[in-house]
């Protein structure tokens, strides 16, 4: 079964501060890919960042950036110039498929809060 | 910018009520995804489809949970009957095949009293 792990039910910084939120998984598969999504108060989930298994260079989105540590399972994500805007709960989460996405497993979620 | 469309945003009922919630997914996607979101247990896979076919519904509680898609514009999802425990936020999210991307739609809040 896959798993998604994410330790941190909450973290707060000082806008314009870095933060890493940390994820572990568990999956049998080789080829998988891994993702932060981001749910603010509207609740829409929207996609932050994503990391293919076999790629070995961590993903980069403007400010967003991922630490892949395959080998470990931990997929860490890592928020530059935090703003409060970035207030939102975030979701690791794990598509397992080999082929086309079959679902997508997450974990229980970290909250975020940016402080003025 | 396209969306995926979920109706209704917010469904009030009564236990013992049918519910259904509709979802339009991206025109032109191929699978549809059924997720539940709860405090309690987070966000789980409810069912999936791929080109209107049903692949995986073991998520769901089959006694009472049905998904279906009439077209490839309409993804349905049923609880009949409604119980307390179906509380909950219910996504719909749609993608393609060969893209892991998915595009989540806004949920629907469901409460049963």
């Known amino acids: 079964a896959q798993t998604v792990t994410q330790s941190q039910p909450e973290m707060s910084v000082q806008e314009a501060e870095t933060v890493t939120l940390s994820c572990t998984y568990d999956t049998s598969e080789s080829n998988y890919y891994l993702f932060w999504y981001k749910q603010p108060p509207s609740r829409q989930m929207i996609l932050v960042i994503r990391q293919e298994a076999y790629k070995q260079q961590n993903a980069t989105e403007n400010r967003f950036s991922v630490n892949f540590q395959k080998a470990a399972k931990s997929f860490s994500l890592k928020i530059s110039d935090s703003q409060l805007g970035d207030t939102a709960m975030y979701f690791c989460?794990?598509?397992?498929?080999?082929?086309?996405?079959?679902?997508?497993?997450f974990g229980k979620g970290t909250h975020l809060i940016i402080q003025p | 910018d396209a969306r995926v469309t979920q109706t209704p945003r917010h469904k009030v009922t009564e236990m013992g009520q049918e519910v259904t919630m509709r979802c339009q997914p991206i025109l032109g996607h191929n699978t549809v995804f059924w997720y539940r979101q709860t405090m309690m247990q987070g966000l789980e896979l409810l069912a999936y489809f791929r080109n209107r076919a049903p692949l995986d519904d073991s998520g769901m509680p089959k006694d009472r949970f049905s998904a279906e898609m009439p077209d490839a514009t309409l993804a349905t999802l049923k609880i009949q009957p409604s119980e307390p425990r179906d509380s909950a936020v219910y996504f719909c999210?749609?993608?393609?095949?060969?893209?892991?991307?998915?595009?989540f739609g806004p949920g629907t809040r469901l409460t049963v009293l």
């Open positions: 989460a794990l598509d397992h498929s080999g082929g086309g996405a079959d679902g997508l497993t």
């Open positions: 999210a749609s993608g393609l095949i060969g893209s892991r991307d998915q595009v």
